[in-house]
């Protein structure tokens, strides 16, 4: 049931299922939400909602723009002090209890609800909101296609406050099968894992970088890899590697953000950034947010490019409102065949009515 909106068009939903966890949910939708439409689920970190993680990371933005759903789980205080979701309690991250199931019904009831795909569905988060993020995978991988872990931490390594903190700080990391026994405990899977990917910066003393290396051990045995990655590359001055499977499908791979302390890598200094600089929202030459929904199939190169500074506009081009061309495209994309020609040969609805009921559903035009 839609309850209310707020001015970030985020729109907050309740009677979602029995919500165990307590927690509340806000969805973004594009203008244009065609059939089967993809979603992602984005989970903020320590100190954050909603709201305030999705004008950071700029996720509402690239949806309108690429015509996804955006669904945003957010913890409440009286579950958690710091609005931390609790990935280092065992009854909020077993399958199908707590926090863990809260969310799952929340991605249940919009894909239903929205017709969207449930073939599409992907997460992704920061800090707290990573490890939750890897709480999911792990507790429901059947539910999604992919998932990116943003200065995380593996799944089933803490129970209780002052473990958490030991394995945040690196200390008493488990074993390399303690690891993935904890996954391939966590839910009965048939057929393929989700797809993996981790970012953390080099310099992150919140959540030691060691973390990042175990979520690739973790999530290395499910999908058959070595410990050797097949792809060592440099990404605007930072580390990226990757594992593929053997039908050479890239399935895990890890980004260390050069120099970069605790939070999420972006790019700020693009003439049209995507997202917003502000606490834990880190300048980096790189935007985690764009390359995340390239690996998704939710983008493409140029959307990095432009997100990156990296697109260099020629003198034929106009700058228009962020996202109409994108709405109009879709439109474009989805419209039925218009009336035959008139006389002269020319179209008396066809394209121009499509752009025109475009730009009414955008609210540029009545």
Not at 231 to 252: A, C, F, P, Y
């Amino acid at each position: 049931m839609i309850q209310q909106k707020n001015s970030r068009q985020l729109t907050e939903l309740k009677n979602f299922g029995s919500n165990p966890g307590l927690l509340r949910c806000w969805l973004y939708l594009p203008t244009i939400l065609a059939p089967k439409t993809p979603l992602v689920v984005v989970l903020h970190g320590c100190t954050q909602n909603a709201a305030t993680y999705d004008h950071g990371s700029g996720w509402s933005k690239l949806a309108e723009e690429k015509g996804f759903a955006v669904l945003f789980p957010e913890q409440q205080r009286a579950n958690n002090a710091n609005l931390c979701f609790n990935w280092f309690e065992p009854g909020d991250i077993r399958r199908d209890a707590g926090e863990a199931l809260s969310i799952r019904e929340m991605i249940g009831h919009v894909v239903v609800s929205h017709g969207m795909d449930p073939d599409k569905v992907s997460i992704t988060g920061l800090s707290a909101g990573g490890a939750m993020a890897n709480v999911m995978l792990a507790a429901y991988p059947e539910l999604f296609a992919a998932g990116a872990i943003i200065g995380g931490l593996p799944y089933g390594i803490a129970s209780g406050v002052g473990q958490a903190f030991e394995r945040m700080r690196g200390h008493k990391a488990p074993s390399v099968s303690q690891l993935q026994l904890a996954l391939t405990t966590a839910a009965i899977k048939l057929g393929d894992y989700p797809r993996i990917s981790v970012w953390h910066g080099t310099h992150d003393q919140t959540v030691k970088p060691v973390n990042a290396e175990q979520i690739v051990q973790q999530w290395a045995g499910v999908h058959h890899v070595s410990g050797t990655p097949d792809v060592i590359e440099t990404i605007n001055g930072h580390s990226r590697k990757v594992w593929l499977d053997e039908r050479g499908r890239q399935v895990i791979e890890v980004n260390l953000i050069t120099g970069m302390a605790h939070g999420v890598p972006l790019s700020f200094a693009a003439e049209a950034p995507l997202g917003n600089s502000g606490p834990f929202m880190l300048e980096a030459g790189v935007s985690s947010t764009a390359r995340i929904a390239r690996s998704w199939g939710l983008a493409d190169d140029a959307d990095v490019a432009i997100a990156e500074d990296a697109y260099q506009r020629g003198p034929e081009f106009t700058a228009a409102p962020s996202g109409i061309e994108a709405v109009i495209a879709k439109a474009m994309a989805y419209a039925k065949p218009g009336p035959a020609r008139d006389a002269a040969g020319r179209d008396e609805q066809g394209v121009g009515k499509v752009i025109n009921d475009a730009l009414r559903a955008a609210g540029l035009m009545r």
